[in-house]
């Protein structure tokens, strides 16, 4: 394409360069050493080329494809292009993908006689009066032949299915794939498999239930069921995620009677017309659809037939059969996919529940197999080194290729472990907004030569950089990391293109003179090398003996703060040297944030002293989930939630544990800096409490003047607005129980629009909702004012559903050593509960009997003061029901006992009562 329409004007289309063609010249010459510029064809005879093959006369189409096709940088793809584009249904495209089946060991298995034939045959198109090169014939109309004749023969619809058909044959899969297949169905566990079939058999029963009429709710537990599968130790909702989870469930959700009419149709269309449908779908378009939702409602209609497909799930795929992942969403290719899908059932006998299952680990074993080290560095090797110098002196494709596994095993699996535990250690839990991914991070070994054959193929050292994702790698400072023939360093930079950032964080300095005397004492103290000059290749030591000097410092236009080891230093190292840079990074990491607009000093305070050695240890999801007798899925679900929107709400009967496990997770989400705060509604509970109202405050003269006062919503937003790179959480306990629209007020429209600013009424001031700031609240689901809650605030929260559950009271009752006999207690009452017609929402929760204080004489306690009461409301209008409930009777009539031992029990915390509602 370059060669085509000419640099200038190529970079000018795609690359959104702006200038004149020698200063497009002048920076191609500084990124390659060797300047290397195409003209382009001549737009005349390219435009003569288009409008004859243009024309209605198939002679004038040949010509004009042999004009287009002579012309520097078109060749056979941009030739069928033009032809295809021109005259869709008589030319398809000729490109690697759709040559290769055709090809002597391509999949069609076409001879080099039948490729001659098809040759003369497309000879046979045009007059003896054209004047058709011998190559125009060959390499295009040749291929065209061949692709008309499988087209008429096959009875494909039109060419682009035809090229869709063609290009998932036109690769063969990987030597190891059998291995590897093997491998991933050797990993499926009986457990994991009965959990989806359970789920599964729900979600049909659920669907042909309320064909066509499923309620928000309904559709809502549908996709907690898709996505039911084994997490840890127990049931996780993360088999899809995040499909059916989040923004995209959530649209399907507010299009319910669309998204019921296509479940219906999905549900119901004979098979035959399955890909038409589909094909529909994808055109019209489905809010929140994609490939995943319609694909979902296939396999749980027929599992044997379909499959659930994935951008990710068709990549396995393709990698142990042949074929090449789909370029379009059309119902042909959705069914190539299940025959691939059914093809490694049959071959491997595989129950259908598991296809995804096996299809995630072939894809990731895929990966592991170049990035083994990824999770895991275990420090740089000597040979390391000695690579890159060898590298230096023999730099040729020839060469590389000898030594390719070389590369591998010492450079690039250590560099990209090094990135992957920097990543998850420091850049993660430092700034989410920081960039990981090893697609944007990290660097390279192949130079762009732009064509130049003599220039050396490989760069000599490979580096990686954390940058924000607000802007790009050059116009952000850099916290990299570098490897090179002789060295390793590793530091923060700002390049010449970070004018910006830089110009913010000069302001800055001039700005907090003790802020940034702290930060550069800690800096000079670390020990680290200052270093500045016109560009980033020529930097020079610089000498920083004071504010000023460093004010001075920041100005140049790039600069760099550093450290500098030598091989023998970075191989003593091994392992530790993740850990040094990590906290070096630490240490340079306020810097960056320096670079910020509105930065207040205290977050930057906070941020310096986040690297003090006594930092206390970080909550992660495995010790929330152990904590509180939950799966790690459940938390990685809610984690999922929260991307999307800001707002969730755990609901579900009393006692199964909704407030304690809100304050666990709170206490997670703001641990880096952030802050809880704590409040319950109740119907006098007001908007002047929560947001801002007045107040009467005493005057001189002793009359009552009345000023604004900020409410704990409002506090906690302007806290959270100045350390913006911190969570802070506000729960709300028995949400339902206040008047919510009247407390809430424009909080309706500010919670789903973090974006946008509202006056406030009492003090007339701009109001927005930061989006550090997180809605956590709790509801007990009998309680019947959940019905009459605001439908308007119900659509700005996503909702977690709490149950009673017998696996986190036998998980509690082992940790605890009490009677497993008591789960069963439990799980025989609630059984006996819905045989007496009490609803789901009512049912009596798990954390009752959760105490410490756990005895026979307890046990009573409980029945009578907590599980009576809640039963004679549930029966009031039947108390003949309440007497079968009473402990003894209870005990007799199901057979069961509860034996405890006589040692006292060891002193381990519970649900208290106030967080088990």
Same mark, same amino acid.
């Given at each position: 394409?370059?060669?085509?329409?000419?640099?200038?004007?190529?970079?000018?289309?795609?690359?959104?360069?702006?200038?004149?063609?020698?200063?497009?010249?002048?920076?191609?010459?500084?990124?390659?050493?060797?300047?290397?510029?195409?003209?382009? @064809?001549?737009?005349?005879?390219?435009?003569?080329?288009?409008?004859?093959?243009?024309?209605?006369?198939?002679?004038?189409?040949?010509?004009?494809?042999?004009?287009?096709?002579?012309?520097?940088?078109?060749?056979?793809?941009?030739?069928?292009?033009?032809?295809?584009?021109?005259?869709?249904?008589?030319?398809?495209?000729?490109?690697?993908?759709? %040559?290769?089946?055709?090809?002597?060991?391509?999949?069609?298995?076409?001879?080099?006689?039948?490729?001659?034939?098809?040759?003369?045959?497309?000879?046979?198109?045009?007059?003896?009066?054209?004047?058709?090169?011998?190559?125009?014939?060959?390499?295009?109309?040749?291929?065209?032949?061949?692709?008309?004749?499988?087209?008429?023969?096959?009875?494909?619809?039109?060419?682009?299915?035809?090229?869709?058909?063609?290009?998932?044959?036109?690769?063969?899969?990987?030597?190891?794939?059998?291995?590897?297949?093997?491998?991933?169905?050797?990993?499926?566990?009986?457990?994991?498999?009965?959990?989806?079939?359970?789920?599964?058999?729900?979600?049909?029963?659920?669907?042909?239930?309320?064909?066509?009429?499923?309620?928000? =709710?309904?559709?809502?537990?549908?996709?907690? $069921?898709?996505?039911?599968?084994?997490?840890?130790?127990?049931?996780?909702?993360?088999?899809?995620?995040?499909?059916?989870?989040?923004?995209?469930?959530?649209?399907?959700?507010?299009?319910?009677?669309?998204?019921?009419?296509?479940?219906?149709?999905?549900?119901?269309?004979?098979?035959?017309?399955?890909?038409?449908?589909?094909?529909?779908?994808?055109?019209?378009?489905?809010?929140?659809?994609?490939?995943?939702?319609?694909?979902?409602?296939?396999?749980?209609?027929?599992?044997?037939?379909?499959?659930?497909?994935?951008?990710?799930?068709?990549?396995?795929?393709?990698?142990?059969?042949?074929?090449?992942? @789909?370029?379009?969403?059309?119902?042909?290719?959705?069914?190539?996919?299940?025959?691939?899908?059914?093809?490694?059932?049959?071959?491997?006998?595989?129950?259908?529940?598991?296809?995804?299952?096996?299809?995630?680990?072939?894809?990731?074993?895929?990966?592991?197999?170049?990035?083994?080290?990824?999770?895991?560095?275990?420090?740089?090797?000597?040979?390391?080194?000695?690579?890159?110098?060898?590298?230096?002196?023999?730099?040729?494709?020839?060469? /590389?290729?000898?030594?390719?596994?070389?590369?591998?095993?010492?450079?690039?699996?250590?560099?990209?472990?090094?990135?992957?535990?920097l990543s998850k250690d420091f850049a993660t839990p430092r700034d989410p907004e920081?960039?990981?991914?090893?697609?944007?991070?990290?660097?390279?070994?192949?130079?762009?030569?732009?064509?130049?054959?003599?220039?050396?193929?490989?760069?000599?050292?490979?580096?990686?950089?954390?940058?924000?994702?607000?802007?790009?790698?050059?116009?952000?400072?850099?916290?990299?990391?570098?490897?090179?023939?002789?060295?390793?360093?590793?530091?923060?930079?700002?390049?010449?293109?970070?004018?910006?950032?830089?110009?913010?964080? =000069?302001?800055?300095?001039?700005?907090?003179?003790?802020?940034?005397?702290?930060?550069?004492?800690?800096?000079?103290?670390?020990?680290?090398? /200052?270093?500045?000059?016109?560009?980033?290749?020529?930097?020079?030591?610089?000498?920083?003996?004071s504010v000023a000097d460093f004010a001075s410092f920041v100005q140049a236009t790039?600069?760099?703060?550093?450290?500098?080891?030598?091989?023998?230093?970075?191989?003593?190292?091994?392992?530790?040297?993740?850990?040094?840079?990590?906290?070096?990074?630490?240490? $340079?990491?306020?810097?960056?944030?320096?670079?910020?607009?509105?930065?207040?000093?205290?977050?930057?305070?906070?941020?310096?002293?986040?690297?003090?050695?006594?930092?206390?240890?970080?909550?992660?999801?495995?010790?929330? @989930?152990?904590?509180?007798?939950?799966?790690?899925?459940?938390?990685?679900?809610?984690?999922?939630?929260?991307?999307?929107?800001?707002?969730?709400?755990?609901?579900?009967?009393?006692?199964?544990?909704?407030?304690?496990?809100?304050?666990?997770?709170?206490?997670?989400?703001?641990?880096?800096?952030?802050?809880?705060?704590?409040?319950?509604?109740?119907?006098?509970?007001?908007?002047?409490?929560?947001?801002?109202?007045?107040?009467?405050?005493?005057?001189?003269?002793?009359?009552?003047?009345?000023?604004?006062?900020?409410?704990?919503?409002?506090?906690?937003?302007?806290?959270? %607005?100045?350390?913006?790179?911190?969570?802070?959480?506000?729960?709300?306990?028995?949400?339902?129980?206040?008047?919510?629209?009247?407390?809430?007020?424009?909080?309706?429209?500010?919670?789903?629009?973090?974006?946008?600013?509202?006056?406030?009424?009492?003090?007339?001031?701009?109001?927005?909702?930061?989006?550090?700031? =997180?809605?956590?609240?709790?509801?007990?689901?009998?309680?019947?004012?959940?019905?009459?809650?605001?439908?308007?605030?119900?659509?700005?929260?996503?909702?977690?559903?709490?149950?009673?559950?017998?696996?986190?009271?036998?998980?509690?009752?082992?940790?605890?050593?009490?009677?497993?006999?008591?789960?069963?207690?439990?799980? %025989?009452?609630?059984?006996?509960?819905?045989?007496?017609?009490?609803?789901?929402?009512?049912?009596?929760?798990? @954390?009752?009997?959760?105490?410490?204080?756990?005895?026979?004489?307890?046990?009573?306690?409980?029945?009578?003061?907590?599980?009576?009461?809640?039963?004679?409301?549930?029966?009031?209008?039947?108390?003949?029901?309440?007497?079968?409930?009473?402990?003894?009777?209870?005990?007799?009539?199901?057979?069961?006992?509860?034996?405890?031992?006589?040692?006292?029990?060891?002193?381990?915390?519970?649900?208290?009562?106030?967080?088990?509602?």
């Amino acid at each position: 394409m370059p060669k085509l329409l000419g640099s200038l004007a190529y970079k000018t289309h795609f690359a959104n360069f702006q200038g004149t063609k020698e200063d497009l010249k002048a920076e191609m010459s500084g990124e390659s050493g060797v300047k290397h510029f195409y003209e382009g @064809a001549d737009m005349d005879v390219c435009s003569e080329a288009i409008r004859l093959i243009a024309s209605d006369s198939v002679d004038d189409q040949g010509r004009g494809a042999s004009l287009m096709f002579h012309l520097d940088g078109a060749g056979s793809a941009i030739t069928s292009g033009f032809l295809h584009l021109l005259h869709p249904g008589h030319y398809g495209l000729v490109n690697s993908p759709t %040559r290769a089946p055709f090809q002597n060991d391509g999949l069609l298995n076409v001879s080099s006689a039948q490729r001659k034939t098809a040759r003369d045959r497309a000879a046979t198109w045009f007059s003896e009066t054209v004047d058709l090169s011998s190559d125009t014939l060959g390499k295009v109309f040749r291929w065209e032949a061949l692709l008309r004749e499988v087209f008429e023969i096959c009875g494909f619809e039109d060419y682009p299915t035809l090229d869709q058909f063609l290009w998932t044959l036109s690769t063969e899969p990987a030597p190891d794939s059998d291995d590897r297949l093997r491998k991933a169905v050797s990993e499926i566990e009986l457990e994991n498999t009965q959990i989806r079939r359970a789920a599964e058999t729900k979600a049909r029963h659920l669907i042909k239930n309320n064909l066509g009429s499923l309620s928000a =709710v309904q559709l809502s537990e549908l996709f907690t $069921l898709i996505n039911t599968c084994k997490a840890g130790k127990g049931v996780g909702y993360v088999r899809f995620s995040p499909a059916f989870v989040g923004h995209n469930a959530n649209q399907l959700i507010d299009n319910l009677d669309e998204t019921n009419e296509w479940i219906e149709k999905l549900w119901t269309t004979a098979d035959e017309d399955i890909s038409t449908l589909l094909s529909h779908l994808w055109t019209k378009g489905l809010a929140g659809a994609g490939q995943s939702f319609p694909s979902a409602i296939l396999y749980l209609r027929n599992p044997e037939e379909y499959a659930v497909w994935t951008s990710n799930l068709e990549k396995a795929l393709y990698s142990v059969l042949s074929g090449t992942p @789909a370029k379009f969403k059309t119902g042909f290719n959705y069914l190539q996919y299940c025959k691939g899908v059914r093809q490694l059932r049959e071959k491997e006998n595989f129950p259908p529940e598991m296809h995804d299952f096996v299809l995630s680990l072939l894809i990731s074993k895929k990966k592991s197999d170049s990035e083994q080290a990824t999770s895991e560095f275990a420090g740089f090797s000597g040979d390391a080194f000695k690579f890159l110098s060898d590298l230096e002196r023999n730099n040729s494709v020839s060469w /590389f290729g000898d030594n390719k596994q070389r590369y591998e095993q010492t450079v690039s699996q250590p560099i990209r472990a090094l990135l992957a535990d920097l990543s998850k250690d420091f850049a993660t839990p430092r700034d989410p907004e920081l960039e990981t991914s090893p697609k944007k991070c990290l660097a390279r070994i192949n130079r762009n030569t732009f064509g130049n054959k003599e220039a050396a193929p490989y760069n000599t050292f490979l580096w990686f950089a954390f940058f924000r994702k607000q802007f790009s790698r050059t116009t952000d400072g850099q916290l990299f990391v570098i490897i090179s023939p002789d060295r390793l360093k590793y530091g923060l930079c700002f390049g010449e293109d970070a004018g910006e950032v830089r110009g913010t964080l =000069v302001q800055t300095v001039r700005n907090q003179e003790l802020l940034v005397e702290s930060v550069l004492n800690s800096l000079k103290s670390a020990g680290f090398e /200052f270093r500045s000059g016109e560009d980033i290749k020529s930097l020079r030591q610089a000498e920083i003996n004071s504010v000023a000097d460093f004010a001075s410092f920041v100005q140049a236009t790039a600069f760099e703060l550093r450290r500098k080891l030598s091989p023998q230093e970075v191989v003593e190292r091994g392992v530790s040297l993740k850990n040094d840079i990590a906290e070096d990074f630490q240490l $340079l990491y306020p810097l960056l944030r320096m670079a910020t607009p509105d930065v207040s000093p205290g977050e930057v305070v906070k941020l310096q002293e986040a690297t003090d050695d006594n930092e206390t240890e970080k909550i992660t999801i495995g010790q929330l @989930a152990e904590k509180t007798h939950l799966e790690e899925g459940f938390f990685e679900k809610l984690d999922l939630c929260l991307k999307d929107k800001r707002q969730l709400i755990f609901v579900g009967p009393p006692g199964t544990g909704k407030t304690f496990v809100a304050k666990q997770y709170a206490n997670y989400l703001a641990q880096y800096g952030g802050d809880v705060r704590t409040v319950q509604f109740h119907p006098s509970y007001a908007y002047e409490d929560f947001i801002e109202g007045l107040r009467p405050v005493p005057s001189k003269t002793g009359a009552a003047t009345f000023e604004v006062e900020a409410g704990i919503f409002k506090r906690l937003c302007d806290d959270a %607005r100045a350390s913006p790179k911190s969570t802070y959480v506000l729960l709300i306990d028995e949400i339902n129980r206040g008047n919510i629209p009247r407390i809430f007020g424009e909080l309706m429209f500010l919670l789903e629009h973090r974006d946008e600013k509202t006056e406030l009424p009492y003090s007339k001031k701009p109001f927005s909702i930061p989006k550090n700031v =997180v809605v956590l609240g709790t509801m007990n689901s009998s309680d019947r004012s959940i019905a009459l809650m605001d439908l308007a605030l119900r659509r700005r929260f996503h909702f977690m559903q709490m149950e009673p559950r017998k696996e986190v009271l036998l998980a509690w009752i082992e940790e605890n050593h009490k009677p497993k006999s008591v789960a069963e207690i439990f799980d %025989r009452l609630n059984v006996s509960l819905r045989d007496a017609g009490v609803e789901e929402d009512r049912l009596v929760g798990h @954390a009752h009997f959760m105490s410490v204080h756990l005895d026979e004489d307890f046990m009573s306690l409980i029945w009578e003061a907590t599980i009576m009461p809640l039963l004679k409301e549930y029966f009031f209008a039947e108390p003949e029901k309440l007497k079968q409930f009473e402990l003894e009777q209870f005990m007799s009539a199901t057979g069961l006992t509860a034996t405890f031992d006589e040692e006292e029990p060891e002193d381990v915390d519970g649900l208290d009562t106030e967080d088990n509602q």
